[in-house]
């Protein structure tokens, strides 16, 4: 698996400057020798504030249990549509999933994952809590949580490294 990440995400407010790029939802991959149709999918880690101590904190959900990979734990986001830009499936994600509003700041990485029959390139973006006190739309849960606390939930396997990745380089993003 690799993973290509952006050089220097710092979380501030002069990180605000949003990349549009479209999607080629054509593009087909191979797994295990069979081609696949590669599904374009938005990840949103979701940064703001919270505690006495104003500690950063990252938003996640739990997946339905009747669902693919259902029961793990995950950076919220979804399909991007064929109209949409990255940034735009996210907000409009987020806000079907849970009901708050967000700000995606920067991508920091995209990562190619494959699963049985598909295969899925994940675009992580660093997004910004606006407002909306999170609600379970469509999900099975959610938690604001900090990150070295991501080690005690069980997560989808492609977000792994992205999760070491946040952890170890804590003080570069946070």
């Given at each position: 698996m690799e993973?290509?990440?952006r050089?220097?995400?710092?979380?501030?407010?002069?990180n605000t400057k949003m990349t549009e790029f479209f999607i080629d939802h054509n593009e087909t991959h191979r797994y295990n020798g069979a081609v696949t149709n590669m599904i374009e999918v938005g990840c949103a880690i979701i940064r703001a504030k919270r505690g006495d101590g104003k500690e950063p904190h990252i938003l996640i959900a739990q997946r339905h249990p009747g669902a693919f990979l259902g029961g793990y734990w995950e950076f919220p986001g979804g399909k991007i549509e064929a109209h949409e830009t990255v940034e735009e499936c996210?907000?409009?994600e987020i806000q079907e999933e849970l009901g708050v509003?967000?700000?995606p700041v920067?991508?920091?990485?995209?990562?190619?994952h494959a699963y049985p029959g598909k295969t899925v390139r994940l675009h992580f973006y660093f997004c910004d809590w606006i407002s909306g006190a999170p609600v379970r739309r469509d999900?099975?849960?959610f938690h604001w949580v900090r990150p070295e606390e991501m080690k005690n939930f069980n997560f989808i396997p492609?977000?792994?490294e992205i999760i070491n990745e946040l952890i170890r380089e804590r003080k570069r993003y946070f």
């Open positions: 993973l290509h990440y050089d220097e995400v710092k979380w501030s407010e002069e996210l907000v409009r509003q967000i700000r920067q991508l920091f990485c995209i990562q190619d999900c099975h849960d492609a977000d792994t």
